[in-house]
C-alpha cells in the first residue's frame, strides 16, 4: 500500500503554468477523486503522479520516497485510461497477463492472478475473446482487470468511465468503489461528472483552472463549500445565486427581500441556496415566477425568476409537483442553511 504526498506542485508548457502550487496528502487506502471541469488540470495532474508528465517544480512522494525523477515503471503504480487502451491483437488473457510477462514473473503465477482477477471481475468466460468482441463494459473491466493483476501500491484512473452509457457507468462505479474497498489499494480517480466524485470518493480535490479550490469529504464540500465555484459545482442541480448586500445582521436581496443572518459585517455577498432546501410556504419571502417545471418522478424542478429581478432560480420539491407556468410560488428557507459569499473573493464568509 502506499500514502502519496503532493508538494507545491507545478506544471508550465513554455511560460504558460497549467497548475499552481498543488497540495495534498493521500493516505493509505484512501480513494480520492480529483474533479473539475474540461481543462482545469485534473488529468495533467494524474500524469505526473504516474510520470507521464515532467513535474515543472515541486515534489512527489509515495510511501516517503520523492518519485520525481522515476520512470513510470519503477513507481509502483497501474493506470486505467478512458480509452482502455487494451491491445487489439491480443485475447483478453494476454492483455491482463502482458504487464507480468515483461516482468518476467513465472507463467503458473501469472495463470494464477489473471484467474483469480477474472472471477472478482466476472470476465472468466471473456478470457479467450479479442477486445473487439467486447461491449465497452467488457472492455472497462479487462483494463481493470489487467491493472489488478500488477498488484501495484497506487491505482490511478483517468476517466475510466465516460465512454459508457449512463446506466452502465452507475453499476461501473458502484463495482470500482467495492472493488477498491475490497482491495485496499491508494486510488486516484479522475472525472468531470460531481455525481460519480460523490459516490466514489473519500475526499474529493476540486482544481478549477490548475488551483485547487478546495479538498475535502464530498460532505465537507456540500455542507460546506469553501468558494463560490465549489458552491456550484458540487451538488445536482447546481446551488442557487443570487446578489445581496448584508448590513447588520440583516441579508438584502436584489429584489430588496430581507433575510436575517449571523454575520455582522457590511459588504455585496452572493447569497446561495440550494434547491432542496427551497420550500413551499404561502409565507415565504422568496417568490418565484415559474418557466418551466421537471417532472421526474422521485422528485420535481421548478425553474423559475426571482420576482423583482432576471435571477434564474431553480427549486427542487419531492415527488410529483405541478404549477402553471407564468405563476408566482413562494419558497422560505432556513437561515442556517444559507450560504454567503463575499461578492469580491467569491470565498465563503
Known sequence: MAEIKLENLTKSYGDVEVLHHIEGDIKDGEFVVIVGPSGCGKSTLLRMVAGLEIVTSGEISINGAVVNDLEPADRDIAMVFQNYALYPHMTVRENMAY????????????NRRVNEVADILEIRDYLDRRPRQLSGGQRQRVAMGRAIVREPSVFLFDEPLSNLDAKLRVQMRLEIRKLQRRLGVTSIYVTHDQVEAMTLGDRLMVLNGGYVEQFGTPIELYERPATLFVAG?????????IPADIANGTVTLVNGVQLKTAVKSSRHVNLGIRPEHLTLDDAG???????????????????GILQGATTPIVASLDGIQTAEIG?????????EILHLFDAETDKRI
Request: hydrophobic share 45%; glycine share 6%; charged share 20%.
Open 233 to 241: 459545482f458540487i451538488g445536482s442541480p447546481s446551488m442557487n445565486f
Open 99 to 110: 504487464g507480468l510477462k515483461i516482468r518476467k514473473i513465472p507463467k503458473d503465477e501469472i
Open 285 to 303: 419571502v422568496i417568490k418565484v415566477k415559474v418557466d418551466m417545471l421537471e417532472q421526474l418522478g422521485a422528485n420535481t424542478l421548478i425553474h
Open 327 to 335: 405563476s408566482v410560488l413562494n419558497f422560505s428557507v432556513a437561515p
